[in-house]
């Protein structure tokens, strides 16, 4: 295996140990249905895909972002003038929209 999968291994066994200690069973235990695994499941999924969607918007907005300050240099000029401006990616769109209007755009 490479270092990957050893990771992965190594953190499903501390994950059994933190199941262990919270719940005092294994995943060996008989006394859930196949409906309550599956509901178990489903929360878990759906779980992942709120973390996903969060995940996607902070990239999206992180890249358009970047994409930005690439097509309109006065951004970066404005970066440049006052440093950190643009820590929270968000306020570029301000500042775009802040710079296209005294432009008159």
């Known amino acids: 295996m490479s270092r990957i999968e050893d990771n992965v291994c190594k ?3 501390e ?3 933190i199941g262990f200690k919270k719940y005092g069973k294994t995943m060996e235990r008989e ?8 509901n178990y499941l489903q929360e878990e999924l759906m779980d992942a895909l709120v973390y996903t969607e969060r995940l996607i918007e902070e990239l999206t907005i992180e890249e358009t972002a970047d994409r930005l300050m690439g097509e309109h240099p006065q951004l970066v000029e ?7 401006m643009y820590k929270d990616k968000k306020n570029i769109f301000d500042q775009l929209k802040d ?5 008159g755009k």
């Not at 859930?32 to 695994?37: A, E, G, M, T």
């Not at 710079?99 to 432009?103: E, G, H, N, T």
């Open 15 to 17: 994950r059994a140990k």
């Open 31 to 38: 006394d859930f249905s196949r409906v309550d695994w599956f």
């Open 78 to 84: 404005m970066e440049e003038e006052e440093p950190g």
């Open 11 to 13: 953190k499903i066994q």
């Open 99 to 103: 710079y296209r209007q005294r432009l």
